[in-house]
């Protein structure tokens, strides 16, 4: 069977909470350091509306990974600028789940006239980095030694996409 890629629903989020727990626990791709509980994730997907979209990778009914575009910031001036965030289950990582996860998430963007995506990237994440190039996003600078987690101080790269109609 083949890997479908959809909009999530409120009944994927103990799957989406599980991968993402998985990455808390075992990556410095986000800098969350405690688990979070459905109940915390419920919030998180209410913030997300129609210029923020969800979408969960399916294959046989299990879902291996999750995109979303979540708000860059809550000042209306930002309103068409999103932050992108993607998650695959650490045994499907490098299977191109996460590069088609990212594909679909930047053209519903797109369409849903966001003017801009954000992603922040841990240092030394070249993997990302270079997928991130692939797909159209510029290196737009380096936050120096902001984070911490397991006991290593972290810089965070910056990148963005500028979507430019027509072209």
Not at 55 to 64: E, H, K
Not at 135 to 146: N, P, S, T
Request: hydrophobic share 35%.
């Amino acid at each position: 069977m083949s890997l479908i890629i959809r909009r999530a629903s409120v009944k994927d989020l103990k799957a989406i909470t599980d991968i993402y727990n998985e990455a808390i626990l075992t990556t410095d791709a986000t800098f969350d350091t405690e688990p979070k509980t459905i109940a915390e994730q419920k919030v998180w997907f209410s913030d997300h509306g129609k210029k923020n979209p969800i979408l969960v990778a399916v294959m046989d009914g299990t879902i291996y990974g999750w995109a979303s575009l979540s708000k860059w910031s809550t000042r209306c001036a930002y309103t068409d600028t999103a932050e992108i965030s993607v998650y695959v289950k650490q045994e499907h990582r490098s299977r191109g789940i996460g590069k088609r996860l990212m594909k679909e998430i930047i053209d519903k963007g797109e369409k849903v006239g966001l003017h801009t995506v954000i992603s922040r990237i841990t240092g030394g994440n070249t993997v990302s980095i270079h997928l991130h190039e692939k797909l159209g996003f510029q290196h737009i600078g380096v936050m120096k030694e902001v984070g911490k987690k397991f006991d290593r101080t972290l810089d965070v790269c910056m990148m963005q996409k500028i979507y430019h109609p027509g072209q």
